[in-house]
């Protein structure tokens, strides 16, 4: 079964910091790989997203994933954090059928940014 | 404009009773989904409608009823609300194999 696991329920990093959160995926084809961003009371916007091509993909606000094959991963990354990327992040894997993604989402990463 | 909406945004209720959350979009798109996203923000697809067809129905219990007047609205139906029901309903809408665009979110409380 299809499977999205991000490890870390909740990371603090300080503002001007590097960031890296992890997702890993199960899934016996090549998924489509999303990263979606939820502010506290909205909804959820797209970050970036791997289909196919470059495994190295940029994102929006400086967000930049990388797709690993051998290690069923798909870690979001930021060079500098700012104090308004304190968020909710989820990872979540589509399987492509019919002509839609049936979208399985991660638990789920917290990001607190310290001043 | 606001690409995918959603109404009402708070919906506070008590046990057994029938609620309905709206969802529009006006970005052209042919697909429409239901997430429920429970206390601890796990995501969770429900309901998917292709040009008005359902394609997507989760294990969800039959007091849930989506219905697609057209591809530009998805509508959730939740009869003999119950405690567990209250969590935040996100609508949401793709083209094909692109990206999912969600709404702001229905917030759902029942007591």
């Known amino acids: 079964a299809q499977s999205v696991t991000q490890p870390d329920i909740h990371i603090t990093v300080s503002e001007g910091a590097s960031l890296e959160l992890r997702c890993n995926y199960s899934?016996?084809?090549?998924?489509?790989l999303f990263w979606y961003v939820q502010s506290p009371g909205q909804g959820l916007q797209l970050l970036l997203k791997?289909?196919?091509?470059?495994?190295l993909v940029q994102g929006i606000k400086g967000f930049e994933a990388e797709f690993k094959r051998s290690q069923s991963s798909f870690n979001l990354r930021k060079p500098s954090v700012h104090w308004s990327d304190a968020a909710e992040y989820f990872c979540?894997?589509?399987?492509?059928?019919?002509?839609?993604?049936?979208?399985?989402f991660g638990a789920g990463t917290r990001l607190a940014v310290h001043p | 404009d606001t690409a995918v909406s959603q109404t009402p945004k708070y919906l506070v209720t008590q046990m057994g009773n029938d609620k309905s959350i709206k969802c529009e979009q006006n970005?052209?798109?042919?697909?429409m989904y239901w997430y429920k996203q429970d206390s601890k923000k796990f995501l969770k697809i429900m309901f998917s409608?292709?040009?008005?067809?359902?394609?997507i129905n989760e294990t969800v219990p039959n007091r849930f009823s989506p219905k697609s007047p057209d591809k530009a609205h998805l509508n959730l139906h939740i009869n003999s609300l119950e405690l567990g029901d209250s969590a935040v309903y996100f609508c949401?809408?793709?083209?094909?194999?692109?990206?999912?665009?969600f709404g702001p979110g229905t917030r759902l409380t029942v007591l």
């Open positions: 949401a809408s793709s083209q094909e194999r692109n990206e999912q665009f």
């Open positions: 899934y016996g084809a090549t998924p489509y």
């Open positions: 791997y289909f196919s091509g470059d495994t």
């Open positions: 979540a894997v589509g399987p492509y059928s019919g002509g839609y993604n049936k979208l399985i």
């Open positions: 970005l052209g798109h042919d697909t």
């Open positions: 409608y292709n040009n008005k067809e359902l394609i």
